[in-house]
């Protein structure tokens, strides 16, 4: 399962106007793209899609103060109100389906809705918040949703060891963690096999 899944189809690299499943494809998986507000989950999504990504983003209102924590965020004005949406073909039989979640707890019950029927989550962690991730974990954990933790290295951010960001976020060893870019498709698609190993092992253990 490995080898195959370390050779992401090689027409999602360069096809990234395709809006049709391949003939190919026989499986698959719905996958929830997780993190706290301005994490950078719609920046993922847009850079692992190879269909045009939805978006449901509107611009950050007064509205937002006192309620959504910005900050740290520099110049974000704009917030997922839903979800972000997008595919990627990882091979030529196996179709990832990416629901990006918001990142404020106000926006829970959607996640319910959005966790239904997804196989595992990859949760996006910023290290200059990276105390905000915990409610995003506790909320994934109390669903039975598994996750995989992709540390997103924003530009000018402190690099930090796997190893100390696996103990200030209390993981367990078998819990994959990464880093990655979410400017950066290559990182990304790394992120994504990550997980879905974990989680295609996660099963065949079970049975």
């Known amino acids: 399962m490995g080898s195959v899944l370390s050779r992401p189809d090689r027409s999602a690299d360069y096809g990234r106007a395709v809006d049709y499943v391949a003939e ?4 698959s998986v719905k996958l929830l793209v ?3 507000f301005g994490v950078g989950k719609t920046t993922f999504v847009s850079s692992v899609s190879e269909i045009k990504p939805l978006r449901t983003e509107e611009t950050i209102t007064e509205a937002s103060v006192g309620i959504d924590d910005l900050g740290g965020l520099g110049s974000k004005t704009t917030t997922t109100v839903a979800m972000d949406f997008g595919r990627i073909t990882l091979n030529p039989e196996l179709a990832l389906y990416l629901f ?5 707890q106000r926006f829970i019950p959607l996640w319910e809705e959005l966790a239904k029927g997804a196989l595992g989550a990859l949760v996006l962690v910023d290290t200059r918040r990276i105390e905000k991730a915990d409610e995003v974990l506790a ?3 109390e669903r039975g949703v598994p996750y995989a933790v ?4 924003f530009e000018g951010s402190s690099r930090f ?7 200030a976020l209390d993981l367990t060893e078998d819990t994959p963690l990464v880093a990655l870019d979410a400017r ?3 990182t990304c698609l790394q992120g994504l096999i990550t997980l879905v190993e974990y989680l295609f092992h996660r099963l065949e253990s079970r049975r």
Do not use: C, F, H, K
């Open 150 to 153: 992709g540390v997103n290295e």
């Open 139 to 141: 909320t994934l954990e």
């Open 34 to 36: 997780a993190g706290n």
């Open 184 to 186: 950066d498709r290559r």
């Open 100 to 104: 990006g979640t918001p990142g404020q």
């Open 161 to 167: 060891p796997l190893s100390e960001i696996r103990e």
């Open 24 to 27: 190919t494809v026989t499986r």
